[in-house]
């Protein structure tokens, strides 16, 4: 639903930052084949807030100003809520993606609790097996892609950890969530290809693959449910399961299985692709990495979440989080923003400010030694009352593969120039996938390091 006021402008008092004045078909021919150049050239161009026409969301406010960012992090949900279209469209209507307002609160409420800071080193084993598992293979001495490995990570996580998936439903759901995770990201804002024109149009072939998906998901249900062991059981599906609404009731079903698939889609690329990142910029900085190895092997953590915080800072993998005006008006610093415009953070604009972060291009983990971000510039995971549900989970996740990693393998520095960034759909990559060469460390240090990751819990 779009919404509109009937009162005129001038009686609301609005006021809209400077844009472009291109043609609109120009504004959003420009903003969908080069979006990260537009937005950093306006950004540029017209500094803290621009206006533009965008395809598929309308009128836009861009803003990269913490002060504005806050205030709209802060806006109530009576005023702003979450944007539209989104990627329910691909996720189901039970996903938290498409809730608003009271029943998004309401969701929030029984999810928060299964990816609080606290229960994250539950799962902490689990993926340090999994990075074990999967870096075994790695060639050594010859230059290679680290994102598909750390795909099969973080995807092997969720599933075990979120899904409480095992044995042949695992590999079943190990086979089919690639497919589903890539045709989705590419159809997710392509809403006019959103018709089953049967099994080979895209949206007939996605339709199947969810199928597919419901299927597992619904065997995985009725064993959680006959299990003696599900109270003592530690994986997400399960406490979904047990968790119940203010008024006793259970989540449906479907919303289970919407759920699990938009806890997927939202934390398997977007975490993989950040690792992907790190070891791009580890091994373009010599200095830090050595001083990493050094605090690893000493059983340290401080340096290897600033070195997290840093990359998540100067490649973000999301780039901008988006609310929608529902009130007839909404302020934000100098302007009045009209009911129906998305207002958009530019999550890169935040983080390459040199007044908040001081030579802000350099990659420096220096900057959070010691420190926790502040909430309103840096903001890999959005903001407000709709912040990542799985920031903990990521943080954690980036922590342990990271460490596992640096334990068992020398990564060797390059004079290579940075990767460019790669749209993948959803996440940025790096475009040539955070190529590595790796030795295997003749010996592996002591077990007993563990990162402060609780500080970022959800
Ligand atoms: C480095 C990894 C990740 C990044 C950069 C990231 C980033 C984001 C961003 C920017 C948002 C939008 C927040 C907003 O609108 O203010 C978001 C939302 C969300 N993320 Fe993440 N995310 C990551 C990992 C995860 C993981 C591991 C999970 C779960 C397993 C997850 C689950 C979600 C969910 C459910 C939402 C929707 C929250 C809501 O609408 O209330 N994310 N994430």
Request: aromatic share 8%.
């Amino acid at each position: 639903m779009t919404y509109r006021s009937s009162a005129p402008s001038s009686e609301l008092g609005i006021r809209l930052p400077p844009g472009p004045r291109w043609p609109t078909l120009v504004q959003g021919i420009a903003f969908l084949s080069m979006q990260r150049r537009v937005m950093h050239g306006l950004a540029k161009k017209y500094g803290d807030a621009y206006f533009m026409q965008l395809p598929t969301f309308g009128p836009t406010v861009f803003i990269g100003d913490p002060a504005l960012i806050k205030e709209l992090f802060q806006t109530p949900t009576t005023v702003a809520r979450g944007i539209e279209p989104n990627l329910s469209a691909i996720l189901g209507k039970g996903s938290m993606f498409g809730l608003h307002g009271e029943d998004h609160r309401r969701r929030r409420k029984l999810l928060v609790p299964p990816f609080h800071g606290k229960r994250m080193r539950t799962y902490e084993r689990l993926i340090e097996e999994e990075t074990r598992a999967e870096i075994a293979s790695w060639p050594q001495g010859t230059e290679f892609p680290v994102l598909p490995s750390t795909m099969r990570i973080t995807l092997n996580a969720i599933l075990r950890a979120v899904f409480g998936a095992h044995g042949a439903q695992l590999d079943a759901l190990r086979e089919l969530m690639p497919k589903i995770v890539t045709l989705g990201s590419r159809l997710a804002l392509a809403h006019q290809l959103h018709h089953d024109l049967g099994r080979w149009s895209p949206w007939g072939r996605y339709m199947r693959l969810r199928n597919d998906f419901d299927r597992i998901v619904a065997s995985l249900i009725t064993q959680a449910e006959s299990d003696p062991n599900l109270q003592q059981r530690t994986d997400v599906l399960a406490l979904m399961l047990q968790a119940r609404y203010d008024d006793g009731a259970a989540m449906s079903h479907s919303d289970v299985a919407d759920e699990l698939l938009t806890l997927l889609a939202a934390g398997h690329e977007t975490t993989a692709t950040s690792l992907a990142w790190a070891i791009e910029r580890l091994r373009r900085h010599p200095m830090v990495l050595s001083r990493l190895v050094e605090e690893i092997d000493a059983g340290g953590t401080e340096l290897l979440q600033a070195t997290i915080y840093e990359v998540q800072r100067t490649r973000p993998v999301i780039e901008a989080t988006g609310r929608q005006v529902i009130a007839p008006s909404m302020p934000l610093g100098d302007w009045v923003i009209p009911q129906g415009y998305t207002v958009i953070a530019n999550i890169v604009s935040a983080h390459t400010s040199d007044a908040t972060f001081p030579d802000a291009a350099r990659f420096d983990p220096d900057r959070f030694l010691g420190g926790v971000p502040d909430s309103y510039s840096w903001i890999p995971f959005g903001g407000g009352t709709r912040r990542c549900l799985g920031a903990a989970f990521a943080t954690m996740e980036m922590n342990v593969v990271l460490r596992t990693i640096l334990r068992d393998y020398e990564l060797t520095p390059t004079t290579a120039p940075d990767e460019k960034w790669h749209n993948r759909g959803i996440a940025f990559a790096p475009k040539h996938g955070g190529r590595a060469v790796v030795h295997r460390r003749a010996e592996n240090a002591a077990d007993d390091g563990t990162a402060d990751w609780r500080a970022v819990g959800a």
